[in-house]
Structure formats: C-alpha cells, structure tokens
C-alpha cells in the first residue's frame, strides 16, 4: 500500500538575484515518518523549508499539504492547517516567560478551556525538561534552554508536521540523547521534518533522508543508502565525480 | 489573591482616590486633575499601540483633534445634542483611524512613524484649509448652553470632574480587561517578536489593525471629551505637539503599563505647572526632569515600580 503524503511539492523553485537557492524540487513526504534533510551549507535547506511553511514566497512551482494546494496561502493560514515551525536561529518572546512563550502557541492551536490550556502548556514544557522553570523569563535562559523552548513551543501548536531548522545546534552532547528520544515521542502524534547538521543524531532516528545540494535534490532514501551514496559524499566531501 | 484580583484591586483603589480628592482639592487643583485624567484616556489610547502592540506613531493628535471637531463641529454647525454629537466625535475618530490604519501598517519602523506623522499633518492643514467652519486657529467656544447632558451641566466645575473621572475610569476598565485578555497577550507578542507570532499562526496584521482601531478611537474619545468638557476646540490640539505628548506622558509614566500614562500625565502637568512658577525658562527645567528620568528609570514610573516591586502590574 502506498503511503499517504502529508507534504508534496511539484517544481518548486525560488531565486535570490541570479542565484538558485531552490530549484525544480519534487518531494515527497509521507505521513508518520521523521524525515531528515540535509546537505552542505548554503544547499538551500532553509529556504526550502521557508518556502513550505510560507515564510518565503516561490517563484514558481506548488506546495501541497493533506492533499490541498497551500501554494498561495500566507504563513498564518498554513501554520493554522497544521504547520509547526522552529526556527534555525533562536526566536522566542525573550520578555515573556516560558509560561506565556508556550501559552501563545497553544492559545491560537486550540478552543478548548483554560484548565485544558494549564495542561497542555505543562505537558510542553514538562517533555523539554523546562517545567520547573516555567515561570522564569525566557531571555534569561542559556542558549540550549532556549532551542529546548522552541522546540517546546511547535509542539504545543500540536502540528500535523512539525519543522525543526537544526534543533540541536547549542545542545550539549548529553541534551542530544534526551533530544532523541523526545522527537521519538512526538513522531506518534506529528510528522517531522529535520534539517540537521549533526549526522549522528541524523542517522539513529531519521526514517529517510533527503539531500539538498546547490538547491536541488541530489539524493533520497533511507539512512543506509544515503550513507553508501558516492554523490552524496562527493558533495560533502568535495570529491570530483569525473 | 491572583495577579489579576491584585491589579484591579489597584486600579479601582487609584479611582477612589481621584473620587475622594474631588471633595478635598482646591478649585484650580480640580480643575486640574479633571484635565489631567482627560489628556489620560489620550495617552492610555496612545500607549496601547506604543506600549503594548510596539507601533511608534507620530500623528496621534489626528485621532484626538478628529475626536474633538467631529464632536465640535456636529453641535455647531448641525445643531445636535451635545451626547449625540459625543458619538460623532467618537465615529468620526473611528472612520479616520480606520483609513489611516490600513493605510499606514502597510510600512513598518520609521516609516510608519513618518506616515502616521504625514497624515496628522494633513489633519491639522486640513483645519485651518477649511477655516470657514472650524474657525482655523483661533477654534471656537462651545457654549455653556451646548453642554448639558441630561441636564447635568457639563460646564459646571464638580460635574465636569465627575464626567471626567467617569470616561478614565472606563478607560481603565476597558484597557485593563484588553490587556490582560488572550487578545491582549498578542499584542504583546507582535511587540516582542513579529515574526514568531506569525509562526504561531497569528494573524498579526489583523493584530496590528485592531490595536491602531482601539487606539484611535480611545484618543477619539479623548478629544471628544476634552472638547466638550473644556468648552473650547481649536487648531492647536491638532498641531505636532499633541502627537509628541502621549509618547512623552507614556514613556514617563511606563510604556506597557496601565496605570503609566496617568502618572506620566500627572507628572508632567505638575512639572510645567511648578516650573512655570519659578521662571519662564520652564520648559528647560521640565527638559533636565526628562532627561534624569530617561536616563534613571528607563522603564519609566509605572514600569519601574514593576520591574522592582509589583511584577504582576498590568
């Protein structure tokens, strides 16, 4: 049986001056799967994700998500159809504390009660290890707290598909394996979908992974084959294919 | 007691005060606070785009000069009551905020600023271009005759406070119920950081627009109010320096604070008033108070006394 796509793109592209920072992508991604992408720096990995969650227009080409066009649609419509984003460069309410940080996703992602709203905020913040400091002000935290809030915060929106711009970037080595585990655990409710840089947490829990490189898609499947791909380590090795 | 029981515990024990002080304070002092808590409701309209939504704007004297010659002009030249006429006034802000709003967010930073600048000097050109109505900058008096409300005469110094102290305290009332509301708490988050907001799925020019709506319109009441209490509307409440103000009543009084523009209102009057006692060079002592505060208390009155003493303040 075929799996069900959450997310496909048709030959999405978009250029910055003469520079093709995506171009003619044509991905596929199924539901209930971690999937990772990655590639060399400048490979276009965060604009494509920009261009899915509509951060960044496309010059042409299509976005689909649960089988309808969202081409079109701004960013506060898409994230409302079940996008979650965390950005790859720390942004939180820096004055607000964890408390509200969680409160302001999960306000806009639900209608329900507000003692459903204490739980559920708690629930965030308790998977991130950041429950006991819930009411301390998020820019007083150190850097890897602070991703941990981040992250805490596109759970909370409880996403379709969740879009994680390298998490662990600020982690301490043994955050990772806590880090680990907890997309595990949100991958039960959400599909992910990674840009990562450190490949060992990339190759223990991504399902598949898609390579970027200089904006177009070099390779895909699962981590073995992208680990045995000769192009693929051409591009981060800087081989010559001839 | 919850944050939310303290502060409205606060805030209605400040309008007792007020309530209580109209019976002990000399005539000027009353007369005072009564144009004091009006300039108040402007600065409060004024501080929930500054303070809490982030949108510096330099043309708020339109919203409250609109407030003023919509209310004005309706009783002097369509002959209306002076409560219908209030409503115009109010309308009239509405419309105009409305029509600057989606004009002006259409810019963000500096040059929303000069936008917002632009248009209330279009405002103010625009009352002395139709000088043959609005008298230009000479204004016009509302008769003592044209400001009965329910018979309550208006003009009459004790009632004037109390419809003063009445239009604050809704004032109060309805910011404070604003700010604390989810609604609220968006707006503070377009303040912090526009971007996450929108990553969290907010709509945030909707955000944005509303909080400019609200704004206009309690400046629009302000002025409205002020008009019809003060029996006088003239060109100079439509000039640059009423937009300058509410940011400066704000910034001393706590931006983001609801108390703030009110003490930084108080505060100013009484410095000008004092320092205009001691020498006509007023205006620099009131400059030296300014710049002292600016620099030792930076997060303003109210803002201070949050950050050291009362963080649950609203």
């Not at chain 2, 930084?264 to 009131?286: E, N, Q, R, V």
Request: proline share 2%; hydrophobic share 50%.
């Amino acid at each position: 049986m075929a799996a069900i796509n959450l997310l496909t793109t048709r030959g999405l592209s978009r250029s910055f001056g003469g520079i093709k920072a995506v171009h003619n992508v044509n991905f596929e991604l199924p539901a209930g799967e971690i999937h990772a992408l990655i590639g060399p720096n400048g490979a276009g990995k965060t604009t494509f994700v920009g261009l899915l969650c509509g951060r960044i227009s496309a010059d042409s080409g299509q976005v689909f998500f649960s089988n309808e066009e969202i081409t079109a649609l701004p960013v506060h419509k898409r994230i409302a159809r079940g996008i979650g984003y965390t950005f790859q460069i720390t942004s939180i309410f820096s004055k607000l504390s964890l408390y509200e940080n969680v409160s302001l996703a999960v306000h806009r992602s639900s209608g329900d009660k507000r003692r459903d709203f204490d739980i559920q905020i708690s629930e965030a913040l308790d998977s991130v290890g950041l429950l006991d400091r819930a009411y301390q002000i998020a820019g007083d935290m150190s850097y890897g707290h602070q991703r941990l809030l981040e992250i805490a915060m596109g759970m909370a929106q409880k996403p379709k598909l969740l879009i994680l711009d390298e998490p662990t970037q600020g982690l301490a080595q043994s955050e990772i394996a806590g880090f680990n585990a907890l997309l595990k655990s949100i991958v039960e409710r959400s599909t992910i979908l990674l840009i990562e840089h450190n490949m060992d947490v990339v190759m223990e829990i991504a399902d598949k992974i898609t390579v970027l490189d200089f904006g177009e898609i070099l390779a895909h499947g699962t981590p073995e084959e992208i680990h045995a791909n000769e192009d693929v380590q051409a591009a981060y090795l800087g081989k010559n294919n001839a | 007691m919850t944050a939310n029981t303290k502060s409205w515990a606060l805030h209605i024990a400040l309008l007792v005060t007020l309530f209580t002080l109209q019976f002990v304070l000399p005539a000027y002092h009353q007369g005072n606070i009564a144009r004091i808590m009006m300039l108040a409701v402007f600065a409060m309209g004024y501080n929930i785009m500054f303070g809490y939504t982030g949108l510096l704007s330099l043309g708020h004297a339109l919203f409250f000069a609109t407030g003023m010659y919509g209310m004005g002009l309706s009783i002097q030249h369509l002959g209306i009551s002076p409560a219908t006429a209030f409503v115009c006034g109010i309308v009239a802000a509405l419309l105009v905020t409305a029509t600057v709003g989606v004009l002006a967010l259409r810019t963000s930073g500096v040059a929303f600023m000069i936008v917002t600048l632009m248009f209330a000097q279009s405002g103010y050109l625009a009352v002395l271009f139709f000088g043959e109505y609005t008298r230009g900058d000479e204004g016009f008096v509302i008769k003592q005759a044209q400001r009965v409300i329910a018979s309550v005469d208006l003009a009459d110094a004790t009632n004037r406070y109390f419809a003063a102290l009445l239009l604050f305290a809704l004032c109060i009332a309805v910011t404070l119920k604003l700010v604390t509301s989810q609604f609220g708490h968006v707006l503070v988050a377009v303040r912090e950081n526009e971007e996450r907001a929108q990553m969290l799925g907010y709509d945030t020019f909707k955000y944005k627009l509303a909080a400019v709506l609200i704004s206009g319109t309690i400046s629009g009441v302000a002025g409205a109010g002020y008009g019809l209490l003060f029996g006088y509307v003239g060109a100079n409440f439509a000039t640059v320096q009423y937009s300058i103000y509410p940011l400066l009543w704000v910034l001393l009084g706590g931006a983001g604070t609801i108390m703030g523009p009110f003490f930084g209102t108080l505060f100013m009057f009484y410095l000008i008033d004092l320092a205009s006692d001691l020498t006509s060079a007023y205006m620099l002592i009131a400059g030296v108070a300014l710049v002292l505060l600016t620099l030792f208390a930076r997060n303003g009155l109210m803002g201070e006394i949050r950050k050291r003493v009362l963080p649950w303040l609203p």
